[in-house]
């Protein structure tokens, strides 16, 4: 029976990651930010975050140690994981946002609807390639710029017309992602890539928590609410 071969290093698997750690890394990156703007099912919103966390990680692997590009997708894993556990507690079923009652008619707001919220991302899109020659961009490297510029367009389109505390929290998430990515490029301070990150973590657990109190509420009908 052969011996298992010995895990590699984290510097190792960095520079087996380097191939995509270019256009291939600022596309899912840049693609997933806009699938958790548009996504109603949780599970994808979710798994389209972390997908981007680990798109950041290994675009972040060129300017950061390695260490400090896992400690986001760890921080991002871990935001994951409670709302997940956050939706599962809160009996969320396939789409994440409720249905609301009126008279006796269950509806959503407009801005609720994939087909509304696919508009106003491909149209944010458009408007971001075309000014993005005129934005006053700070001096950072290319893919840096790219990816930064587009995850806070994003975060604002997310917090705009999120209804439910997972959009938000996923929004801020994202503008936090783009203020890491930012500030590692311009002062890769340990310091405050840590705040950063632990302010990620809270707000985490600020979405958690505002899920599973709010869950029950949305579940109940108006004329259980009032016996």
């Not at 409720?98 to 994939?114: A, E, I, M, Y």
Request: hydrophobic share 55%; aromatic share 6%; net charge neutral.
């Amino acid at each position: 029976m052969q011996p298992i071969p010995p895990l590699p290093s984290l510097e190792e698997l960095v520079q087996q990651l380097g191939d995509l750690a270019g256009m291939p890394a600022v596309i899912t990156a840049c693609a997933c930010a806009v699938l958790v703007v548009v996504l109603r099912d949780w599970r994808g919103l979710l798994a389209a975050f972390m997908a981007m966390q680990l798109a950041l990680a290994v675009l972040t692997s060129l300017f950061l140690p390695p260490v400090w590009s896992l400690l986001n997708v760890i921080v991002g894993g871990l935001m994951a994981i409670m709302w997940y556990l956050s939706a599962q507690r809160a009996g969320w079923g396939g789409r994440f946002l409720p249905f609301r009652s009126t008279s006796g008619v269950q509806s959503r707001p407009l801005s609720s609807t994939t087909l509304f919220r696919a508009v106003a991302a491909l149209t944010l899109a458009g408007a971001l390639l075309a000014a993005r020659p005129r934005l006053p961009l700070p001096p950072t490297p290319p893919d840096v710029r790219v990816v930064a510029t587009w995850l806070a367009a994003y975060s604002l389109l997310g917090l705009a017309l999120g209804d439910e505390a997972l959009q938000a929290g996923a929004a801020l998430g994202i503008w936090l992602a783009a203020t890491q990515l930012v500030v590692g490029a311009l002062n890769p301070d340990p310091w405050l890539i840590g705040l950063l990150a632990a302010v990620n973590l809270l707000i985490g657990l600020g979405t958690a928590y505002l899920m599973v109190a709010r869950g029950p509420a949305m579940s109940q009908s108006p004329g259980e609410e009032g016996e």
